[in-house]
């Protein structure tokens, strides 16, 4: 019998929006301590800790529903060869997971589904003025976020996204900087998808009349 005593556990930001993935030693626990992690962005993700080594405690800040969940497990379910699924009990969606590093893996990667797909789903299809061109947008300034390329000015990471129907705007918590993506036609996904890195600089009004003026403050590839 092989006794495992490294874990993974993955859980996406409420800040930032990326999954970050973090390795958690049971020897983590010696002496009834308390291990809180944090994302690679610096935010609070979670907190593990444990009286007897035997039952653990797990707080995690969810991303779904914005509040904290307390969660109870077994020793022998976080450190084995089971995935264990850590989900938002509000509304009992998928926020994370822990076990094996590939179990793990793969079970984040069944788990993306597309916008598109999600959307039609949920009835959304008829909302957006152009649903292909959002869809792919989404879908890039989340890439953008996770490989950490989605920023503001001021250093921050934490950047929260409103959808409307013919733009996505974004919002830098910190500084409360604005920066508007428009998803309207092929060009405004040909001018986001050209961009390695978005950074948020200083606040940009909210005028759609003025928006083929507006010079996009981004970072090409080239």
């Not at 040909?190 to 010079?215: D, H, K, W």
Request: charged content about 25%; aromatic content about 8%; some cysteine.
């Amino acid at each position: 019998m092989i006794l495992s005593t490294m874990t993974v556990i993955a859980l996406r930001c409420p800040a930032c929006g990326r999954m970050d993935f973090h390795a958690l030693s049971l020897f983590s626990f010696a002496g009834r301590k308390v291990k809180k992690i944090q994302c690679s962005c610096g935010a609070a993700l979670m907190t593990v800790g444990s009286k007897d080594r035997k039952r653990f405690w797990i707080q995690t800040h969810c991303i779904m529903c914005e509040t904290q969940h307390l969660q109870w497990f077994t020793r022998e379910r976080l450190w084995s060869q089971q995935l264990t699924e850590l989900r938002c009990t509000e509304t009992m969606v998928e926020v994370g997971f822990i076990g094996p590093r590939e179990k793990v893996k793969t079970a984040i990667l069944s788990q993306d589904k597309s916008l598109y797909e999600m959307a039609e789903n949920l009835g959304l299809a008829d909302y957006f003025e152009n649903p292909e061109v959002m869809y792919a947008i989404l879908e890039r300034l989340h890439k953008l976020a996770e490989e950490g390329s989605l920023s503001c000015e001021c250093g921050s990471f934490q950047i929260n996204v409103e959808v409307y129907p013919d733009r996505v705007e974004l919002r830098c918590e910190l500084c409360d900087s604005t920066y508007v993506c428009y998803a309207e036609s092929d060009n405004d996904l040909q001018s986001l998808s050209r961009c390695a890195e978005l950074q948020i600089q200083g606040y940009s009004p909210i005028a759609p009349e003025s928006r083929r003026n507006r010079r996009r403050r981004t970072k090409k590839t080239t």
